[in-house]
């Protein structure tokens, strides 16, 4: 019988991690990021084998293996411990954050938004404001003693939908090109730009609580305004200054001149959205959304990759280590903890409710609404990413997610990813069913 290589490769790796912690100042000090990389990108891809072979999205078996390796050590396995708590690690997860809401945003165009039509924004925008409303209640409900910011910050990681899972779900049931399908994924689109800003104003004010300070009403506004104005006038710009930068780039000879000056776009935005005190995820994601294939006619007529081909690479490697290091940073001791497994299912229950709500935005006839609040599901890696943020906002000194709220939500991502493909290929047959009847019934 053939072994995986993948997971003989990984058995040898394990070991090896005892020694490179106890390394003395003779090992090079990259000889430890590089091993624990080669352990997280073996797992990673061992676990999104095993998903896709179940008929799961590859990004939930790299976060179930993050979940197992990291839990490994409550059974006596110590040594694969510092991966989750190494700084270089940390650092190149947050360069993956940024790689995929890059490549989510090139994914769509501004064109796109504008097109989406008046059905998509209303889906979107109740499925936003149903989801934080009903995660806010859930905090106030399950966790009393905790800051209402708190609340509402669990309110947050409801609101925005996994667009790249929604999109592969349709996709492998044929439906990508459904009425439904452009709901969906128009509203998806909406939901990740206002979940962002939703994010930037909760983030914003526990910032200032933290600071000892407190915001008016006037103040929060301002920080939605802030980020509109942001998004807006990122886009507005980058509409006008994309084509003339490609341009000018595209006339430079030397290899990688279009993936160079990509990346540096998209990390110019994220460090300009830092600099006003949003999120880098916002830039990142609005860079993305700006650069179209038209940018990039010159670069394309020498035969050269889209942009989106060129990242795609780089954000195989890096991705997967948020989502490994995501799911290592889940405790599952803390279930244990006494209300953690109800907020757990409580999330859920809320995270499905909030976007059966968006259905009823659906204004176009013929179009199945309970298809569109199945497909508005999935959190994925957009919860995840709140959640992360969430860790590292802090009010009197302590996280505004802390251990046990962290490992309700990734629990809550794990359950809407993998509930989502079946739910929707039943509705998809529910729906065709029920119009296979309608015209049976009708008069010949």
């Given at each position: 019988?053939?072994?995986?290589?993948?997971?003989?490769?990984?058995?040898?790796?394990?070991?090896?991690?005892?020694?490179?912690?106890?390394?003395?100042?003779?090992?090079?000090?990259?000889?430890?990021?590089?091993?624990?990389?080669?352990?997280?990108?073996?797992?990673?891809?061992?676990?999104?084998?095993?998903?896709?072979?179940?008929?799961?999205?590859?990004?939930?078996?790299?976060?179930?293996?993050?979940?197992?390796?990291?839990?490994?050590?409550?059974?006596?396995?110590?040594?694969?411990?510092?991966?989750?708590?190494?700084?270089?690690?940390?650092?190149?997860?947050?360069?993956?954050?940024?790689?995929?809401?890059?490549?989510?945003?090139?994914?769509?165009?501004?064109?796109?938004?504008?097109?989406?039509?008046?059905?998509?924004?209303?889906?979107?925008?109740?499925?936003?404001?149903?989801?934080?409303?009903?995660?806010?209640?859930?905090?106030?409900?399950?966790?009393?003693?905790?800051?209402?910011?708190?609340?509402?910050?669990?309110?947050?990681?409801?609101?925005?939908?996994?667009?790249?899972?929604?999109?592969?779900?349709?996709?492998?049931?044929?439906?990508?090109?459904?009425?439904?399908?452009?709901?969906?994924?128009?509203?998806?689109?909406?939901?990740?730009?206002?979940?962002?800003?939703?994010?930037?104003?909760?983030?914003?004010?526990?910032?200032?609580?933290?600071?000892?300070?407190?915001?008016?009403?006037?103040?929060?506004?301002?920080?939605?305004?802030?980020?509109?104005?942001?998004?807006?006038?990122?886009?507005?710009?980058?509409?006008?200054?994309?084509?003339?930068?490609?341009?000018?780039?595209?006339?430079?000879?030397?290899?990688?001149?279009?993936?160079?000056?990509?990346?540096?776009?998209?990390?110019?935005?994220?460090?300009?959205?830092?600099?006003?005190?949003?999120?880098?995820?916002?830039?990142?994601?609005?860079a993305g959304l700006v650069l179209e294939d038209v940018h990039f006619h010159?670069?394309?007529?020498?035969?050269?990759?889209?942009?989106?081909?060129?990242?795609?690479?780089?954000?195989?490697?890096?991705?997967?280590?948020?989502?490994?290091?995501?799911?290592?940073?889940?405790?599952?001791?803390?279930?244990?903890?006494?209300?953690?497994?109800?907020?757990?299912?409580?999330?859920?229950?809320?995270?499905?409710?909030?976007?059966?709500?968006?259905?009823?935005?659906?204004?176009?006839?013929?179009?199945?609404?309970?298809?569109?609040?199945?497909?508005?599901?999935?959190?994925?890696?957009?919860?995840?990413?709140?959640?992360?943020?969430?860790?590292?906002?802090?009010?009197?000194?302590?996280?505004?997610?802390?251990?046990?709220?962290?490992?309700?939500?990734?629990?809550?991502?794990?359950?809407?990813?993998?509930?989502?493909?079946?739910?929707?290929?039943?509705?998809?047959?529910?729906?065709?069913?029920?119009?296979?009847?309608?015209?049976?019934?009708?008069?010949?």
């Amino acid at each position: 019988m053939v072994r995986n290589p993948l997971i003989v490769l990984f058995t040898l790796l394990v070991p090896s991690i005892a020694l490179a912690s106890e390394g003395g100042a003779h090992v090079d000090p990259v000889a430890r990021v590089v091993l624990f990389l080669a352990i997280i990108l073996a797992a990673a891809k061992l676990g999104g084998d095993l998903a896709v072979r179940l008929g799961q999205p590859a990004v939930l078996g790299e976060l179930v293996v993050g979940v197992v390796l990291g839990n490994v050590s409550h059974l006596g396995v110590h040594a694969l411990a510092p991966i989750a708590t190494d700084p270089t690690m940390d650092m190149l997860s947050r360069l993956g954050v940024l790689l995929l809401l890059f490549e989510v945003g090139l994914e769509s165009t501004v064109g796109q938004m504008l097109k989406v039509g008046v059905s998509s924004f209303i889906v979107a925008t109740l499925g936003v404001l149903a989801p934080f409303a009903l995660g806010w209640l859930a905090g106030a409900l399950l966790l009393p003693g905790a800051s209402p910011y708190v609340h509402a910050f669990l309110g947050a990681t409801l609101t925005a939908t996994s667009v790249g899972i929604t999109a592969r779900v349709l996709q492998d049931l044929g439906k990508s090109t459904s009425a439904e399908a452009r709901v969906i994924l128009g509203a998806a689109v909406i939901d990740d730009v206002l979940g962002l800003v939703i994010l930037a104003v909760v983030s914003g004010v526990i910032a200032a609580v933290d600071r000892g300070g407190s915001m008016s009403y006037g103040e929060i506004g301002l920080v939605f305004l802030k980020a509109a104005v942001f998004l807006v006038g990122s886009l507005w710009v980058g509409m006008w200054l994309s084509p003339r930068l490609f341009n000018l780039a595209s006339r430079l000879r030397a290899r990688g001149v279009l993936l160079a000056v990509g990346l540096a776009f998209c990390f110019l935005f994220s460090w300009l959205s830092s600099v006003i005190g949003l999120a880098p995820i916002v830039g990142a994601f609005a860079a993305g959304l700006v650069l179209e294939d038209v940018h990039f006619h010159d670069f394309k007529t020498r035969g050269e990759s889209t942009l989106e081909e060129l990242v795609k690479p780089i954000s195989s490697f890096l991705v997967p280590v948020f989502f490994v290091l995501m799911g290592m940073r889940t405790d599952l001791t803390s279930f244990a903890r006494p209300g953690v497994p109800l907020l757990a299912l409580a999330l859920t229950v809320c995270a499905v409710v909030g976007k059966q709500v968006c259905g009823l935005g659906v204004t176009g006839k013929g179009v199945d609404r309970l298809s569109v609040g199945i497909g508005m599901i999935p959190r994925g890696e957009v919860g995840l990413i709140f959640a992360n943020i969430g860790q590292s906002l802090t009010i009197g000194g302590a996280p505004v997610v802390d251990g046990a709220v962290f490992s309700a939500v990734v629990a809550m991502v794990i359950v809407t990813t993998m509930i989502t493909p079946p739910a929707l290929e039943w509705s998809f047959g529910r729906a065709r069913a029920t119009a296979s009847v309608d015209l049976t019934k009708q008069p010949p």
